[in-house]
């Protein structure tokens, strides 16, 4: 087997910060067993295999998986194998490219500077927004105080193709302070859509970005998440967090565990419902083969 790798940092600024993912190119038609041993021995806490290439399209159909399980759709994956379909399938500048993956056909749009990609762009699919939940479940859960809370917006379970809880605290303090009861938190969701908290605060570690945000789950922490950030941009829309109908933000994660990220959020309310764009800049770390 010679199988190509690539390795990037997605919602990285600057190389060996944002989220790491493993990317390779599937010549070979591997079997799902053998992809999640590759998933399992990169270690990453997703690894993507593309593994149909439409050029003339510009489609490429792609699998994800976690070092557990494969994913219907994840956020910084499909940025960082857009990146590497563009740069060294396509081998040019396009303006777009979509990915064909389990959750649907996710379109991605490139930015560049001196030719270079500088920030790329997915429009996740529209929100689904799921029930509500106690401040006092969650208190217990995160081992927080109920009044650690910003309890003018609600704590929600909301998809764009993977549903996470969206939580709301106060302070940054509060987010420092998290420590998430697992075993209590896997009973609780159970029966629930969601099963990892994103928990989010207005005061940021920069005056630049407009929102710091974690997500933990009992696993990890994870650097960036694009797809619980697509959540949260349509979350935001719809409970004017901001106050407008609109936003155009930056969000900050990933310093608790040294992988500084930085993601940029784009949506707003249309006609027929809110649509959603998350963005980031991509780091190319490695490349090689797999022998």
């Not at 399980?69 to 979509?98: C, M, N, R, W």
């Not at 996710?106 to 509500?132: A, C, H, K």
């Not at 003018?152 to 764009?160: H, K, L, N």
């Not at 987010?175 to 099963?195: F, N, P, Q, T």
Request: charged share 30%; glycine share 6%.
């Amino acid at each position: 087997m010679n199988l190509p790798l690539h390795i990037v940092d997605v919602f990285a600024e600057a190389k060996y910060e944002g989220n790491q993912l493993a990317v390779f190119i599937d010549e070979e038609g591997l079997s799902s067993e053998l992809m999640q041993k590759l998933a399992k021995e990169m270690h990453f806490s997703e690894t993507t295999f593309i593994t149909a290439q439409d050029k003339k399209n510009r489609v490429f159909k792609v699998r994800i998986f976690t070092v557990e399980s494969e994913l219907p759709f994840a956020g910084h994956p499909t940025l960082g194998t857009a990146y590497i379909a563009q740069k060294v399938l396509l081998g040019k500048k396009v303006d777009k490219l979509t990915l064909d993956l389990k959750a649907g056909m996710i379109p991605v749009e490139f930015e560049y500077e001196n030719d270079e990609p500088s920030v790329l762009w997915m429009r996740q699919l529209p929100p689904e927004f799921g029930d509500t939940h106690s401040v006092e479940v969650f208190a217990e859960l995160l081992g927080l105080e109920p009044e650690d809370f910003d309890t003018d917006y609600p704590i929600q379970e909301v998809s764009t193709g993977v549903y996470f809880y969206m939580i709301p605290l106060k302070t940054r303090d509060a987010l420092l302070r998290v420590k998430i009861d697992h075993d209590k938190l896997a009973e609780y969701s159970k029966d629930k859509k969601a099963k990892w908290p994103f928990m989010f605060t207005r005061e940021t570690d920069d005056p630049e970005n407009h929102i710091k945000a974690r997500m933990i789950t009992r696993f990890t922490e994870d650097p960036a998440t694009g797809s619980a950030n697509g959540c949260f941009a349509g979350y935001l829309v719809k409970h004017r967090y901001f106050g407008e109908s609109s936003i155009d933000i930056r969000v900050e994660q990933g310093a608790e565990i040294q992988r500084p990220s930085i993601l940029y959020l784009k949506s707003s309310e249309k006609p027929d419902g809110i649509e959603v764009n998350v963005g980031g800049k991509v780091a190319y770390v490695a490349a090689g083969h797999l022998v």
